[in-house]
């Protein structure tokens, strides 16, 4: 099987909820995702999606991602799709880095591959595991009062894992956690998220504020690694980290310096799901946890997090989010969609959804 040519798609995600706000100033409304087609020589199609989270979240922008893709695809036509180690070769070989545009052509190469095999992603990346998982509703940053009766709603709805968006004045946001833990029960679980946005005092601040409510994991505290070291080594608070794993390398030094117990698995973050089945293989070998996800996304992102999810052992995911909860805009059906803040993977070949092309409209660009 060869690549025969490549369609590249743009459209626009809403936030569902108006703005969604998080540490130092961040407010999103709404984010341009890049979609690819990988069309074959055997009559099979593969889909793919990546979503920057705006030019300030991490080294990555939409219209980078759409330059990025420009460049890499002229060296993938007349590869084998399936071959993902030769797929990657050709991609590093015509860009370096820019792991989140491979992102979106990894993953349009794993759904030929399923489909080519009719077999689920699930299945390629060490087989299905369960059948479903619980996901996190993320909070966004604003008074304490709202942030408390937000999720006081969403328990309503049967959310019970919360991941809360802080990283302003360590006063407030201590405030913030305090209300939040004390509307919840010993069944809610709660992340308070930083986002890297406090410099060092205010993080050791916050963290001895937080630390008296046992229930709350910590969430990159602060932009650099050697912070968040430094932050772990003086507080007690269970830590994720998350922006600042950007690789094997950073994951292990962070690990063996008893920098964290769990990390925040973006499948952009790796080049797609074949950096990113690496880094939860051996992020499982160390003991430590994962959540699932991607910076955003709509229905190709969710189906490619749900089948990573689905794959994973169920002791190790902390959490999984469904970007596509997070929008108004759907190009494969609202699939797959959550239940009562529960996911779960297609069982159809590949990625297990099918795309409204007309919901794309044109190519921005294709390569033959």
């Known amino acids: 099987m060869k690549i025969r040519n490549i369609e590249v798609f743009g459209y626009e995600l809403s936030y569902k909820h108006g703005n969604y706000v998080m540490s130092g100033g961040q407010v999103v409304t709404s984010i341009p995702s890049t979609v690819v087609r990988v069309m074959t020589d055997e009559g099979i199609e593969g889909w793919g999606e990546v979503c920057p989270l705006g030019p300030l979240y991490l080294a990555s922008h939409g219209e980078g991602a759409r330059a990025a893709i420009r460049e890499m695809i002229p060296s993938l036509i007349g590869k084998d799709p399936t071959n993902l180690s030769e797929i990657h070769i050709a991609m590093d070989a015509s860009l370096r880095g820019h792991s989140y545009a491979k992102s979106a052509l990894d993953m349009a190469c794993w759904d030929v591959f399923g489909k080519s095999k009719e077999v689920d992603v699930a299945t390629l990346l060490g087989g299905r595991?369960?059948?479903?998982?619980?996901?996190?509703?993320?909070?966004?940053?604003?008074?304490?009062?709202?942030?408390?009766?937000?999720?006081?709603?969403?328990?309503e709805e049967g959310v019970r894992y919360f991941q809360l968006k802080i990283g302003a004045n360590p006063y407030e946001d201590a405030e913030r956690v305090k209300l939040v833990v004390e509307s919840t029960t010993e069944e809610d679980f709660i992340i308070a998220d930083a986002n890297g946005g406090w410099r060092l005092q205010d993080a050791m601040l916050a963290a001895k504020m937080i630390e008296p409510y046992h229930r709350v994991f910590f969430e990159e505290p602060c932009k650099t690694l050697e912070e968040c070291l430094y932050v772990r080594q003086h507080t007690h608070l269970p830590m994720v980290l998350d922006e600042v794993i950007t690789d094997v390398n950073t994951m292990l030094r962070a690990f063996q310096n008893g920098g964290m117990e769990a990390i925040n698995l973006k499948i952009s973050k790796f080049a797609g799901l074949t950096g990113s089945k690496l880094v939860r293989d051996i992020a499982d070998k160390l003991g430590l946890r994962i959540t699932i996800e991607d910076t955003w996304g709509g229905d190709l992102v969710t189906a490619a997090v749900s089948h990573l999810a689905a794959s994973t052992k169920p002791d190790q995911i902390l959490t999984v989010s469904f970007m596509n909860d997070w929008n108004n805009e759907h190009i494969a059906g609202y699939q797959p969609r959550s239940v009562n803040s529960i996911g779960s993977a297609p069982e159809g070949p590949g990625l297990g959804v099918e795309v409204d092309i007309k919901a794309l409209g044109q190519p921005l660009f294709t390569a033959i």
């Open 129 to 155: 595991i369960h059948s479903s998982f619980p996901l996190y509703k993320a909070v966004p940053l604003g008074p304490a009062e709202e942030m408390q009766a937000y999720v006081m709603a969403c328990k």
